[in-house]
């Protein structure tokens, strides 16, 4: 958990520029919620330093896939995930892996904006102190500075840094949490359709914010938006019924996927 | 709807299934009905205030007399004669305080009516008496002025409690009496007596003869200085009448009274249904109409313990009982009702067993609380030995009836925090641990305070549990700690109510508008917390 560190930073930007790596894996994911299977072998890569979209109908699995790898999916008692994912190689599901050290590497963003009933600044700085990653006040201050900055919010909540969060417009909330996620200093950042309770102009202000982000952090986004998909990612994971059905370049994928299914859902047949 | 033209509506509009004769008949059935049940609500909620407001009110009504007590003003002889200032402790202040009431009468004499006079303050004068002197020694060494408290059933009698007093009214012709004291005869200058006689339950004997027995309402007539009672009375020649009666309070004189000198004052209630004699009703008056009564906010049933005397006994036993038992109770519940939900909502897997827990503690909730008096009884007095009677034992077994009430509020007031807020916990990293303490808890922390609260209520008002391990035990001293024997509020009130003594009427009813104040002043804040520091997500 060194990448707090310039190093660490710099080795990212530079990788960015060379052809992206695999950050993470999926090999043969399977999910079963009780009785009933929700995904079938799944194998995935998510590139470093790209924006991975998972697109769909709803309850095709993409956002069971996208759970699986922080592992959000141990909080439901009757999930059950089989196969392999793996972070840079170390696979997440090993019993020896921390899932603490896991989510504060692989942060997450939901579909409803959910800051904490706290004030903006407590929002922000609860991860950072939770993983101890600010050593004085001031540093701490400055994570939060940072993050808020980031994620485009900064200038609007400056002043109002100790008003709740809650308080804020749908679209602040949900860059709230970006900024909440991004504080941490993740590797990877999940964003599980963040626009969906968004309206146009804040959709518009999260996906530029979704881009820049892409410097910096490796992305995975689930949305229903297609052209949100097209606008935001570099790879597009398309599946359906639990299957994943063809994964590519986003230009291939939106201009002459392979799949008939992708052809049909793409342009609106069906989904 | 069978011909043509009326298959179009007033609007000339193809009549549909919506707006035909039948469907308007059902639309009509549908709001007659709605309008029944809106009446049959307000009415039920109508009937269910007007209960509440004459329970209330009944109390209340019941209540307000003991909230004052008359107090008589004695010149107390503290001289150093009587009050040997080197031996307080030794001193018999009853009998000074005794000794100055009799002087205040001295033509009582026969020793039965002295002990009858002597009944009329309080058996506690003379802890009184004793307390305040150890407080201010300086009112030793002459005669003080001191206010002693009545007997219950002379302060009864001055609240209008005992008897149906009616007014002094002015006899309207010449009363002359034999003797000024002792059995006298009594002339009046015209017959009106006997018809009033007559119609206060005078039995009517030969030759018109009227006696007024102990069930009849007692006559008393007061002139030249004093009171004589009406006995019997037989009308004489030239139209008088001739009467027997008792005198209660010797007469200065007998030389007869003119036409609106003398005075007739009936006690409605006859002698033989109360418990206060005419003799002891015309002393009180005597005392009142010298100003020597006189009627005070009652602090000693605000702040003293139980006592077999109404007059002295206090509720303040009882409350601190009540507070000390509820310490202990909030100290064990709280904490563990709280974890307990925690778990089981939080951290427990979803299996048989705590499925099975889970039922068994709503099932708690609903077993009658004297079954935890037993446990009580069984496991902590005899199995455990500890102190009967003890707030510590008591709140331990309020405490296990509190449990399933805490917990089943806690949990639901866990499971109302939405899983985005775990979720977004979860989701940067925090411990199933810090998102439960640091985020589900605090949220739910209001809803837990309201359950909280509530279920202290009810343990508050509880009283059969605590009756099996002899919480009803007659306490006099105040509890100074969580193992000195204790009664509690709803229990005193029990007890209260039992007791045989007019007196403790006022003390009972008094005692639950104290335990209502209690309880309602806990809802109030459990209201408040919920307003206060409910979220909306």
Redesign the interface.
């Known amino acids: 958990m060194n990448i707090m560190t310039e190093a660490g930073v710099e080795q990212k930007l530079s990788s960015a520029t060379n052809a992206p790596s695999i950050k993470m894996k999926g090999e043969k994911v399977s999910v079963h919620y009780g009785e009933k299977r929700a995904l079938f072998d799944v194998d995935l890569d998510v590139r470093e330093n790209q924006v991975t979209a998972l697109i769909g109908p709803s309850g095709c699995g993409k956002s069971t896939f996208l759970r699986c790898l922080?592992r959000?999916n141990d909080?439901i008692?009757i999930a059950r995930v089989s196969g392999k994912i793996t972070l840079d190689g170390e696979d997440v599901y090993d019993p020896k892996i921390d899932v603490?050290?896991?989510?504060?590497r692989v942060?997450?963003?939901?579909q409803?904006p959910?800051?904490?009933?706290k004030s903006i600044y407590e929002n922000v700085a609860?991860?950072p102190r939770?993983?101890g990653l600010a050593r004085s006040k001031a540093e701490l201050d400055g994570i939060v500075e940072s993050s808020l900055k980031k994620a485009g919010l900064f200038n609007e909540v400056k002043d109002r840094l100790l008003e709740s969060g809650?308080g804020l417009s749908g679209g602040q909330q949900q860059r709230l949490?970006i900024a909440?996620?991004i504080?941490?200093s993740p590797e990877v950042i999940l964003m599980d359709e963040p626009c969906s309770a968004l309206d146009p102009i804040a959709t518009a202000r999260v996906e530029e914010l979704i881009d820049e982000l892409r410097e910096n952090y490796t992305i995975v986004i689930v949305t229903h938006s297609m052209q949100q998909a097209a606008r935001v990612s570099q790879r597009t994971a398309m599946f359906h019924l639990g299957y994943l059905v063809e994964e590519g370049a986003t230009d291939k994928m939106f201009t002459n996927p392979d799949d008939k299914r992708t052809q049909d859902y793409i342009t609106g047949r069906f989904g | 709807m069978t011909d043509a033209i009326s298959s179009f509506g007033a609007v000339g509009r193809p009549v549909s299934i919506h707006t035909d004769d039948a469907a308007k008949a059902r639309l009509k059935g549908r709001y007659r009905t709605e309008t029944w049940f809106k009446w049959l609500g307000a009415a039920a909620v109508a009937v269910a205030g007007l209960f509440l407001v004459l329970l209330l009110s009944t109390i209340v009504t019941q209540a307000i007399p003991a909230l004052r007590q008359n107090y008589l003003t004695l010149p107390i002889d503290l001289s150093a004669a009587k009050v040997d200032p080197a031996k307080l402790d030794e001193v018999n202040y009853d009998a000074i305080a005794q000794e100055a009431l009799t002087a205040k009468f001295p033509d009582v004499t026969s020793r039965q009516d002295k002990r009858l006079l002597r009944g009329l303050i309080s058996t506690g004068t003379g802890v009184f008496l004793r307390k305040d002197i150890a407080a201010d020694p300086g009112m030793l060494g002459g005669t003080v002025d001191y206010a002693v408290p009545l007997d219950d059933f002379a302060d009864l009698y001055l609240k209008g409690l005992l008897a149906d007093v009616g007014s002094d009214e002015a006899i309207s012709t010449s009363v002359t009496p034999s003797q000024t004291s002792g059995d006298i005869d009594l002339t009046f200058g015209d017959d009106a007596m006997l018809a009033l006689a007559r119609g206060h339950g005078a039995t009517e004997g030969e030759n018109g003869r009227l006696t007024l027995t102990s069930g009849a309402s007692s006559l008393l007539v007061a002139f030249n200085g004093g009171t004589v009672k009406l006995t019997a009375l037989s009308p004489a020649a030239n139209g008088t009448v001739i009467a027997k009666g008792t005198v209660i309070e010797a007469l200065d004189s007998t030389a007869p009274a003119a036409s609106g000198q003398a005075f007739l004052r009936v006690i409605e209630t006859p002698e033989a249904s109360r418990k206060i004699s005419d003799k002891v009703i015309v002393w009180l008056d005597t005392l009142k109409s010298a100003g020597l009564i006189e009627s005070r906010f009652n602090s000693i049933f605000f702040f003293t313990g139980a006592s077999r005397e109404p007059e002295l006994a206090g509720v303040w036993g009882a409350v601190v009982g009540s507070f000390l038992t509820m310490i202990v109770t909030l100290a064990i519940a709280f904490p563990i009702g709280v974890s307990a939900a925690i778990y089981l909502e939080e951290f427990a897997p979803k299996n048989r067993l705590t499925t099975m827990i889970e039922v068994n503690i709503n099932n708690l909730a609903a077993v009658p609380s004297i079954v935890f008096g037993l446990l009580g009884l069984a496991v902590f007095l005899n199995f455990f030995g500890m102190p009967r009677s003890a707030p510590v034992v008591g709140g331990m077994v309020l405490a296990l009836m509190t449990l399933p009430i805490i917990i089943i509020a806690s949990r639901a007031s866990l499971r109302a925090v939405p899983p985005s807020i775990r979720e977004a916990a979860l989701g940067i990293g925090a411990s199933k641990v810090q998102t439960v303490f640091h985020h589900v808890l605090p949220l739910a922390m209001p809803g837990i305070m309201t359950g909280t609260i509530l279920g202290m209520a009810h343990a508050l008002g509880e009283t059969a549990p605590l009756l099996m391990i002899g919480m009803v035990a007659f306490i006099v001293d105040i509890p100074g700690g969580f193992t000195d024997p204790a009664t509690i509020l709803p229990v005193q009130i029990f007890m209260w109510a039992d007791f045989p003594e007019a007196g403790f009427q006022q003390k009972t009813s008094a005692a639950i508008l104290i335990l209502l104040v209690f309880l309602v002043i806990m809802n109030a804040i459990a209201v408040i917390l919920r307003r206060r520091f409910e979220r909306r997500w």
């Open positions: 922080n959000m909080t008692d603490v050290e896991l989510r504060a942060g997450m963003v939901f409803k959910n800051p904490f009933p609860y991860g939770i993983h809650t949490c909440r996620a504080a941490v």
